[in-house]
């Protein structure tokens, strides 16, 4: 809701709790985004993403309830290439270890989707939404329920031919979060600084460079995170697993065997995992140097916390990817590096909502 010109008027005060009420809510909705990434990604890990060869958006929400039930399921499944070519011969139990860890990160979407309906239209019931607002949170739905679509779409792709989603539907399935997430952030911090009586860093000349500079880190954020899923989908960690050279080399051999040339950069293990390691070692190096000029620029309140977050979170992330590669992903240090992944992104978006002026 749009607070009033006046401070001293008597509606300002209600109107500032209501939002930030309502961006308290939607950090929480961010949260659950976040959790429901790393979930996706140990579904990947451990191969348990294609157990449930069937999608109920309506009628999902409970798992086999009966021995009977189990066992459809289970045949179900042995239809498809993953138990052919990688589980031929699982048991029943084994079948259930990898399908309750899907099931879970369907049914934690389908709460997310709970969890951001019913508050959005209990604030709209009771006219804390403006039509501004209200439009924006409707996107956010919307987004929601595309990412249900995609993930489903995804899924699909590794129960025709070969027991492997697609890379390509993987990284979009990633964006389309990493997305919401952003758009999470935006929207709740811009009520956040709406709620303040004056901008802590007024001077807008002084910040535009620097605003600018937040945009092109979150944009080469994003892009890494993308390269990371074509490194997910292809399996590209599990090779050249070493650091900081690929097997001796600082530019391996076999980067552009495939014609046409520009499938190497999305279909190529090789060029791919180059590609990733080059991305991951710019935006280190942009991170950093944007942390040196920003605090030249003499930042206050969480615009300075902004970038010493994004500056801890690209540290962190870069020690979490070179372990990740050293020791062949392992599931823990993989998941952590998603996860703080999404940090980082989620960091550079709060850089970069502090610096636009509300």
Not at 34 to 56: F, K, N
Not at 200 to 207: F, L, Q, S
Request: glycine content about 8%; hydrophobic content about 55%; overall charge neutral.
């Amino acid at each position: 809701m749009t607070l009033p010109n006046d401070i001293s008027d008597p509606g300002y005060a209600a109107v500032a709790r209501q939002n930030t009420l309502i961006a308290t809510w939607l950090y929480i909705v961010a949260g659950m985004v976040l959790a429901m990434i790393v979930l996706g990604g140990v579904t990947r890990l451990t191969h348990s993403g294609l157990s449930m060869v069937e999608w109920r958006p309506i009628s999902g929400w409970l798992p086999p309830l009966s021995e009977t039930e189990w066992r459809a399921a289970f045949e179900s499944y042995k239809a498809f290439p993953e138990y052919k070519e990688m589980n031929e011969g699982m048991t029943l139990r084994g079948f259930k270890g990898i399908f309750w860890l899907e099931f879970l990160h369907r049914l934690w979407g389908r709460i997310i989707g709970v969890v951001f309906l019913l508050p959005f239209l209990i604030f709209v019931l009771r006219g804390w939404v403006d039509r501004t607002l209200g439009a924006r949170l409707a996107g956010l739905f919307v987004l929601g329920a595309m990412q249900g679509v995609l993930g489903w779409y995804m899924v699909k792709s590794g129960l025709v031919d070969r027991p492997d989603v697609s890379q390509y539907r993987l990284a979009a399935h990633l964006c389309l979060a990493l997305a919401i997430i952003m758009a999470l952030i935006w929207v709740a911090r811009g009520l956040n600084l709406a709620s303040r009586q004056t901008w802590e860093n007024p001077d807008i000349n002084g910040v535009k460079g620097l605003r600018w500079a937040a945009l092109s880190l979150l944009a080469l954020i994003f892009l890494t995170a993308f390269s990371g899923a074509l490194v997910a989908g292809l399996d590209a960690g599990l090779t050249y697993n070493t650091f900081p050279l690929m097997d001796g080399e600082w530019i391996p051999n076999g980067m552009y065997d495939m014609q046409p040339t520009y499938l190497n950069l999305f279909e190529n293990v090789t060029t791919v995992q180059f590609d990733h390691r080059v991305l991951a070692v710019t935006t280190f190096i942009s991170i950093v140097a944007f942390w040196i000029v920003a605090r030249r620029h003499d930042l206050v309140g969480s615009a300075a916390l902004s970038v010493h977050v994004m500056l801890g979170g690209v540290l962190l992330q870069v020690t979490l990817g070179i372990i990740t590669l050293l020791l062949v992903v392992p599931v823990v240090a993989a998941a952590l590096h998603q996860a703080v992944a999404v940090i980082l992104l989620s960091a550079a978006t709060w850089v970069f909502r502090e610096l636009t002026p509300p």
